[in-house]
């Protein structure tokens, strides 16, 4: 479409006085019109209908699989100065200059293994009606680009190519925010693209990249073929993030949390983190025998680590998470890590409500999140567009988050153009206005400039920032693969490519900056402290020093088999209760509630007033409200959580004329710690990453996410699976995060049925998590409780209701809040006294079977609920099997399909409790493929049929 059809003839006359009041003054028209005059490519004398844009031809960008824009795009038919065509010469230059700020990436020589381009055609003197004649002409747009008076278009091109089409390819223009691209386009055009470093900087560069170095071709020869994902090709890395550690220190930063995959982790343990190269080299051993009774344990390659980095006199915190094999779900991980401590800052600051993003501007500063990513997982994995859509929203945003591509323009044995439909493998992130910078890796110095460049944007604007290093991959995707079988030609040049710290020490030596004993002298002191630290893991057993108790961890500890049922005071006095029901019935003066809410509300107040009946609702929010009287954080997201997917929480309240929130429990009393319930975008993965992140730096608080339907939650599994139910055995990494989801069989299909408890119970063991069923407002009031009271943290995994939100039976009374506690093992309230059944269940099925024995008036059937699977809470279950003798008859029974549901696993604990000889029975529903049927009709029928082989 024609960028300018709408600035039609009639119109020519008035648009050219604007621009001429604007070359006088730009201060002298409207702020749209400056920065429409900015913009320069619209900038023209008299625009008429049948323009026609240079870049309105076949001019599109297209990978040609080596990670930058190809050079050979289809050429743009010149156009000579006619009809409808504007020809003032300074319109021209001045679109030249917005093109080049554009598309001067193209002749970019960002690729070390690639020659840039000497020209392209959109960028040709015909694209814009110029020829050689202009080139030594004066034009005054030259000032747009930082001259002082007008220069030649000679001048102007070079300046161009300097700034835009040297070792560093930049896209800028796509930002909307004129403040954001203006302050961008002033900084690289100032200072040319480039930076000026002083002999101690570029000497601190070199030894950076020397160490890199070394370490590498250390492991190499000591450890032939052994798995390390070596950075070689990609050193720049090393310096890279010193500089962006001593650049954000500067800045006000205290803390940066960094997440990246194996390639070059243990290039960055060492020589950034400061872990010790004896430690790595023990690790190579096998010297560290794996602690059994704390865990498997994981490979060297996916270890987090923390530290303090040395910036001057000050120290910077540095957390590295720790990582599984499946790339880019550790981004949302840190995001969340980075947000607690964001958090925490604020409210260390003296902010109260410490939740709202105006109140964490300086703790945005204060912690910065850095992922690094490689390109074809950028460009592949979905999780990584889930993790920066949530960058701006408030609940989840960190002040923005330098992400560094290490880009070897390959994946594995896959080329990009068969790994991305894009341009650059970055080209996601322009959909939130992000800037990119491409940069050529061999050049340390282009390097170190959008390093800085990159974190002066982050800490001014609180906004993600993307350095795509254009690098290499010395050797195959692993030190054991061979790279040649499917990138020959790749491989030959790579053989014969010197290092970048081989570039950077002749670029030195060549201009006089040091000498070759300089540089021989930093490879010879790198070598003596890696034999030396080898000497050492020879013979030294000593493990790492893992710090797992300290900072916010303080004051807890590791689970032992004895602390997992042991009782914890969870009740909560009549008086907090009552004026959390006070508080969440009450809304600010001249607030508009919705009629149904007014009576939602005050029949919850009367709840509690008459503490008779509390439902599932008011039990949870009492719960929360509580906590936060007592000074504990509560962050609680997922999709529809403010108001709950069905209808049953309401913890914000809409002003039913203006729509504005208010959130009751955050307005119980002064003093009181924050309650943050938020709207999750609609992902499962990255949310849930996200918070599981935040109950590791924060797990004093109680974070929970729920899911919409339970059945959804698998859209996360690889956040449930590699980080929820293994951190602790893998990393000693704790939790204390709670999953919410909602679970039953009532009809809706196989995808509204089943959270797939199934899935959770086969990945328990060591006490990891616990799996959960509850069915009363006051179990789910202690569990919640329960779980930041205990003085150590493990995951719970709650199978929630939904048709019992509204069950008359399943509400509690107040007493069972003040003077209770929670129960794994809820046994028969009714407490038959010779019954010859004895049926366990977990969950809503209770009710059916209850509902059932009542009518039929049965009183040799006792109904004992689990409501905590796992942990299996052994010694309960004996208990109760005893008093009610040997001889009654036992089931197991469920609402899911045999195959589902937590058969397979009860069967293996509830035996043990029956002793010899004593069968267990299994009754549910026939083994299937799918949770559910899909008709009403048919699950009437099948639930009847339990119901009828339980109690028959």
Known sequence: MNKLNYLKSQNADYIEELFQRYLENPDSVDESWRYFFDGIELAQEAPLDGFEHPANGNGAAKSNGNGSAASHLAPVATVSPGPGVVTNPEAKVAELIQHYRELGILLASINPLQDAPKTHPLLELSAFDLTEADLDKKFTAAKRVGFDSPATLREVIARLRETYCGPIGVEYTHIQDPAAREWLQEKLEASRGKTTLSKEAKTRVLSKLTDAETFERFLHTRYVAQKRFSVEGG??????????????????????????????????????????????????????????????????????????????????????????????????????????????????????????????????????????????????????????????????????????????????????????????????????????????????EAVYYVTQLAVQFRQQFHRDVVVDLLCYRKYGHNEGDEPSFTQPVMYKQIKDHPSPREVYAKRLTGEGTLTEQDVQKLVDAQNERLAASHAIAKTSKEPPHVSVFEGAWKGLRRATDEDIFAKVDTKVAEKTLKAVGQAIATVPAGFHTHPKLVRLLETRKKMVDDGKGIDWGTGETLAYGALVLEGTHVRLSGQDAERGTFTHRHSVLYDAENNEGYTPLNHIAPGQADYLVLNSPLSEAAVLGFEYGHSLADPKALTIWEAQFGDFANGAQVIIDQFIASSESKWQRMSGLVLLLPHGYEGQGPEHSSARLERFLQMCARNNMQICNFTTPAQIFHALRRQVKRDFRKPMVVMSPKSLLRHPKAVSDLTEFTQGTFHEVLDDPLKPKKPTRVIFCTGKIYYDLAAAREERKLTNVALVRVEQLYPWPAQMVDSILREYGASAEVLWVQEEPRNMGAWNFVRDFLPEALGPGRKLTYVGRNPAAAPAVGSHKVHDKEQKSIIEEALK
Do not use: W
Request: charged share 20%; proline share 3%.
């Open 235 to 444: 050193d720049a890395l090393i310096p890279m993030l010193d500089c962006l550690i001593t650049e954000s220190a500067g800045l006000g930063a205290t803390d940066v949390v960094l997440g990246m995959a194996h390639r070059g982790r243990l290039n960055v343990l060492t020589n950034i983190f400061g872990k010790k190269y004896e430690y790595i080299f023990g690790e190579f051993e096998g010297n560290f025998a794996a602690d059994t009774t704390s865990g498997e344990g994981d490979v060297k390659y996916h270890m987090g680590y923390s530290a303090d980095y040395k910036v001057g006199e000050k120290a910077v915190h540095l957390s590295l998470a720790n990582n599984p094999s499946h790339l880019e779900f550790v981004a949302p991980v840190v995001e969340g890590v980075a947000r607690a401590k964001q958090r925490l800052r604020a409210r260390e600051a003296g902010h109260t409500d410490a939740t709202v993003t105006t109140n964490l501007q300086t703790a945005f500063k204060q912690v910065v999140p850095v992922t690094i990513h490689g390109d074809a997982a950028f460009a592949g994995q979905g999780i990584v567009y889930e993790t920066i859509q949530l960058s701006l929203l408030h609940g989840y945003s960190t002040g923005g988050t330098v992400r560094i591509v290490i880009n070897n323009q390959v994946g594995f044995t896959t080329l990009p153009r068969d790994s991305r439909s894009t341009t650059y493998a970055t080209d996601l992130a322009k959909m939130l206005e992000t800037p990119i910078f491409h940069v050529n890796g061999d050049d340390a």
